[in-house]
């Protein structure tokens, strides 16, 4: 007699819909986070982003790009520094799809598992570098302006801190579904 195999997933047909529902919203905005920061930036004017940074616009300086207070190098070196916590979270949000993809195609826990991981990881990065990424533009935006005019912005927003809590309580979770899965083995050993 063959047992079956407890690390293949049956779902019930609305939970294989909700999941494939879950894994086209994460591959959906695993793509249009990046595209929309990206839109959003190369819109922007340096009024706009030092408004962003926490920075004011010194008095006299033409807020225009390419003129002499802001060189076209900083703004794609703004935006550069902008895009690197983008592609993260995008990242991120893939492999969440990943994860959504799998269980859809009856993965096992531990590929869930993996994924929810994986999700948190790339969530931490996305933070960490937006919290590099803030004084870096800061910076950068101000590299021209007159002494005493330059700005360093350093902050901890509550986006971060809930990124970050968010990133803690997924791995927790995922951490808990493998401890449950393990003892699941374990038990299915003794029958």
Known sequence: MTMPNPLLLELSPRLR??????RWAAHAAALAWPVLAL?????????????????????GAE??????????????????????????????LWRLGLGFAGLVQGDALPGACAALRAFAGWTVAAV??????????SVLLTWQHAAGQRAL???????????????????????VLQRAQAVADENAQFV
């Open 17 to 22: 819909a909700l999941c494939l529902l879950g």
């Open 39 to 59: 839109a959003a930036l190369l819109v922007a004017d340096p009024p706009a982003m030092l408004r962003q940074l926490g920075a004011a616009l010194p008095a």
């Open 63 to 92: 807020p225009a790009w390419g003129g002499p207070t802001y060189a076209h190098w900083q703004r794609w070196a703004v935006i550069a520094a902008a895009m690197v916590p983008a592609g993260l979270a995008g990242a991120a």
């Open 128 to 137: 960490v570098a937006g919290g590099l990424a803030t004084p870096l533009s």
């Open 153 to 175: 912005t350093v902050g901890l927003s509550s986006h971060a801190v809930h990124g970050l809590l968010t990133a803690a309580l997924v791995y927790l979770f995922a951490h």
